[in-house]
């Protein structure tokens, strides 16, 4: 059964940092590019992060410098390490497939505020 689950949002100060994680299941993990998708409140879903399989890595300018992500493909996870957060950051953040997606998951909620 495919299926991907995200975990470690949450209410976070400015400038703070979070790492987010995605453990997918019923894909061969290690062939797939991933990214990291968010939703904020009215807006429509964004792709901030992608990294392929070989690990190359690329960014939306607005989170650039301050997010990195990475994977673990024994894990079949993949992360997003956010520093600096800003309250624009605020979103309900999801990972998916960067190509032919897959069923979305549930997503992590980060919540940026003072």
């Known amino acids: 059964q495919v299926q991907l689950v995200e975990s470690g949002g949450g209410l976070v100060q400015p400038g703070g940092s979070l790492r987010l994680s995605c453990v997918a299941s019923?894909?061969?993990?290690?062939?797939?590019?991933m990214g990291w998708y968010r939703q904020a409140p009215g807006k429509q879903r964004e792709l901030v992060a992608s990294?392929?399989?070989?690990?190359?890595?690329s960014y939306v300018d607005s989170v650039k410098g301050r997010f990195t992500i990475f994977r673990d493909n024994a894990k079949n996870t993949v992360y997003l390490q956010m520093n600096s957060l800003k309250s624009d950051d605020t979103a309900v953040y999801y990972c998916n497939r960067l190509l032919n997606l897959l069923s979305w998951g549930q997503g992590t909620q980060v919540t940026v505020s003072s």
């Open positions: 990294i392929s399989s070989g690990g190359s890595t």
């Open positions: 019923g894909i061969i993990f290690s062939i797939n590019a």
